[in-house]
């Protein structure tokens, strides 16, 4: 395995388990990976309280595996992953065992003064940002460090929120930019940008509404379509014997291109019917 000069920040989501194991997958681990505890109400400290963390964990884990199996059920994952180089029980991972280091650390969001002080005294500052907040000046301003993000939209055309769905209704197919975070909205020195084509999802629009398809492909379909993009850079960083630190980049101006909100439900349909289309007159 090739370790990677990068500190992966875990927010525990779908999308950070792409990451991890998309890299696992091609033979690459991350020299460290911090994985963020973020508070989970009075109801989980009282039970952690009488039975301790890890069996609460493990309860809140089954709780919450059930709860979102009742909305997406795992035949809608598995529909989406299909034409992918993931499937959904690749993404059923303990992120301690796919890493060279592992810190968990229990904070109230990304602005706690517990987390600054961590990655300032952090080895490598090769972040990659999962999500879990928005991150804020004090932690892009680090000494020595680099946030790497990757964002669903071609930048700077496609900033801002959904960007897979915008990117499919403006541009006719899934585009998506990495690069250095900064203090503006997806407006980072861009390190490397890919765009994919639409696969067959016919069966979906015929089995499921597209309230469903809209959260299938944010739950599952764009997480991999991130994965992928990193891993893309990963490799051409290391055929080009590039530092992860000190990647060739490209500056965005940040007054170029538009920011788009979160899709209103009725656009939403418009980009699942678009997708009908394409494949309906292919």
Not at 8 to 25: E, G
Not at 49 to 70: D, E, M, P, S, Y
């Amino acid at each position: 395995m090739i370790i990677l000069d990068i500190t992966v920040l875990y927010y525990n989501s779908t999308t950070a388990a792409a990451y991890i194991s998309l890299l696992k997958k091609n033979g690459y681990l991350p020299r460290k990976i911090i994985e963020l505890e973020f508070p989970k109400g009075k109801k989980f400290k009282l039970i952690r309280k009488v039975f301790g963390k890890k069996i609460t964990n493990k309860l809140f884990h089954l709780r919450n595996k059930k709860h979102k199996n009742a909305q997406y059920n795992s035949y809608l994952a598995d529909l989406i992953m299909k034409p992918l180089p993931l499937k959904l029980k690749d993404l059923i991972i303990k992120p301690r065992n796919f890493c060279h280091e592992y810190q968990s650390i229990e904070v109230n969001n990304l602005e706690d003064p517990k987390l600054l002080t961590l990655l300032r005294q952090e080895e490598c500052k090769t972040f990659l940002f999962t999500g879990g907040g928005i991150v804020k000046e004090k932690l892009l301003s680090i000494l020595d460090s680099k946030f790497i993000h990757i964002h669903p939209g071609i930048v700077p055309d496609v900033k801002g929120a959904d960007g897979l769905f915008w990117s499919i209704l403006e541009r006719n197919k899934p585009g998506y930019s990495c690069f250095y975070m900064n203090i503006g909205i997806d407006t980072g020195d861009i390190l490397s940008q890919e765009e994919f084509s639409i696969p067959n999802f016919d069966v979906l629009i015929q089995k499921y509404t597209s309230d469903e398809i809209y959260r299938g492909l944010l739950d599952y379909y764009d997480p991999v379509l991130r994965a992928i993009t990193l891993l893309s850079l990963i490799t051409k960083s290391e055929k080009n014997n590039d530092e992860l630190h000190r990647l060739p980049f490209k500056v965005q101006n940040p007054d170029e291109g538009r920011t788009y909100f979160f899709m209103h439900p009725k656009l939403r349909d418009i980009m699942i019917q678009r997708i009908a289309e394409r494949l309906i007159n292919a």
